[in-house]
């Protein structure tokens, strides 16, 4: 059932996804109709800890030329990776460009945004394969619980990055054992090709100069190969092993309810979610569904903006309460 928003709050309101490869943005007016969406390039909060502030500082100029072609939003909500806490820099970063006090803005993690638009809290089970990887549920009285997410470094089994870095690893342990093997590997010209060379020096700059988006998407490379090298494929199922790992989890922790398997990593061969599906009981019901956290911000943004109260939700894209 849709809400009824006021006349007076004919208002838009911004949602922001940032996320590791890119960060979407959507408006929303009081029909709860999304009027315009777009992106630009994708970054982590984590970044605020460092140098790359300024980098995610320019991000969200772009991000606020782009939003405010289309309109001027009086409420923004973001659903970032690396929510922590630089959130009051960051929500500056965000609200200034923009022409908005921080007041303005409601800040929280970009799992829970992606789950809302597939779920009502206590409906199912989220596992996204973006750059990493992370399964969520949210019960019904609003607490999100997670599993994995924990970074490249640590984890984040099945997402492009761990794709990518397995990958490295699988090839530059070949060329220890027997140097040239490249050349016979699909997989590796393929990512030779994405690092701009086939010596280590092109990968190292590539894999520790770049981005977390940068190293998640060599995955693309051990796709295109997968239906020509026996390696890529494994890699491949290896990864809808790990994502079926994080369904479990939930269900172990929380009993059965339906899985969703969303994020570009999820899609990058029929292999991934096949594996993951096949991991899975019977019983529980597992879909691969697109997601469109940004729409679900500017929901939660808009939400917040008329200020209805109620649930502690808006609707799902489904119009669902």
């Known amino acids: 059932m849709q809400q009824d928003f006021p006349e007076q709050n004919a208002l838009l309101a911004l949602g922001i996804d940032a996320g590791g490869t890119e960060t979407r943005w959507a408006l929303i007016g ?8 777009g992106h630009v390039e994708g970054f982590s909060a984590l970044e605020l800890q460092g140098p790359g502030r300024a980098h995610v500082a320019a991000i969200l100029e772009d991000l606020a030329r782009a939003v405010q072609a289309m309109g001027q939003p009086a409420r923004v909500h973001a659903g970032l990776t690396g929510f922590g806490e630089a959130s009051a820099d960051l ?3 965000i609200t200034r460009p923009l022409g908005l006090s921080v007041a303005a803005i409601t800040l929280g993690s970009d799992i829970e945004t992606a789950y809302l638009d597939l779920f009502t809290p206590g409906q199912g089970y989220l596992v996204y394969a973006g750059t990493g990887s992370v399964a969520a549920f949210i019960e019904e009285g609003g607490i999100l619980h997670r599993a994995g997410g924990r970074g490249g470094l640590i984890d984040d089994g099945g997402g492009g990055y761990w794709i990518a870095r397995e990958a490295l690893r699988h090839i530059w342990r070949a ?7 490249w050349h016979d590997s699909a997989m590796a010209q393929e990512l030779f090709a994405l690092v701009g060379g086939t010596d280590w020096a092109h990968t190292r700059q590539h894999v520790y100069s770049g981005t977390r988006g940068d190293m998640g998407r060599l995955a693309l490379a051990v796709a295109r190969a997968a239906d020509r090298d026996p390696a890529a494929k494994g890699i491949l199922r290896a990864a809808g092993n790990e994502l079926a790992r994080l369904a479990l989890a939930m269900i172990g922790r929380y009993g059965p309810r339906p899985v969703a398997l969303s994020g570009r990593a999820a899609t990058l061969h029929p292999l991934i979610a096949e594996t993951m599906r096949a991991e899975l009981p019977a019983s529980v019901p597992c879909a691969l569904r697109p997601c469109h956290g940004h729409h679900a911000a500017a929901r939660l943004a808009l939400h917040a903006l008329c200020a209805t109260g109620g649930a502690p939700y808006p609707p799902t894209r489904d119009g669902e309460p």
């Open 30 to 37: 009081p029909s709860t109709e999304i009027i315009a969406e």
């Open 91 to 93: 929500a500056e970063l």
């Open 175 to 181: 060329e220890d054992e027997r140097p040239g093997s």
